[in-house]
């Protein structure tokens, strides 16, 4: 049971309440994150841009998120984005093999290894050691580490957040979350 009450989305007001009507899936995090009620909106919006608008892509991010979850003990993360990772096309070996920290296997590539080497280092040390930031660089541009940097900050604070209130679980919502943060087509 969460160590604070779970906001009910009738009970929120000002910007919580909005998020919260917005949410076609109402998830224990964002009941939790809805006591910073100056902070959600803003929180959303950046979790928003996260999963609709990096030029990292959707598998990069989702490898880094689940690395945050293994290495943070993010069981909450951990469980919503496995399936937004094999619905965005991140094969299960790969899942597997973060499971298992096993960061250099086989199943990476070889961007796909430095990436996961450098967030390593950025959730662990802080600070990166040269060799691995060349080797990230080498295969990233500028935007994309800087974007890379900030997935793991964002998901460092929700693993945070979960872990130390002891945010309930949530059934794994899939998709369904992913997809309501994607842009919408409105020239049709």
Known sequence: MARLTLIHPDDATG?????LASLPVKLNIFRMLAHAESCVLPQVR??????????????????????????????Y???????????????????????????????????????????????????????????????????????????IGFYMTMARLTEVTETDLDPASGMTVFDSFQPRDTSA
């Open 15 to 19: 910007d919580a309440a909005k998020v």
């Open 46 to 75: 950046l979790g928003t841009a996260i999963l609709s608008s990096l030029d990292l892509g959707h598998r990069r991010r989702e490898l880094l998120i689940l690395l945050v979850a293994r290495i943070e003990g993010g069981a």
């Open 77 to 151: 993360e951990w469980r919503q984005h496995v399936p937004i990772a094999l619905g965005v096309g991140v094969p299960q070996a790969q899942i597997d093999a973060i499971e298992q920290a096993n960061l250099a296997g086989e199943v990476f590539d070889s961007a796909e290894r430095a990436l996961l080497a450098f967030g390593k280092q950025v959730i662990e040390a802080v600070r990166v050691e040269d060799g691995v930031f060349a080797e990230v660089r080498r295969h990233f541009s500028e935007r994309e580490i800087v974007e890379a940097i900030l997935v």
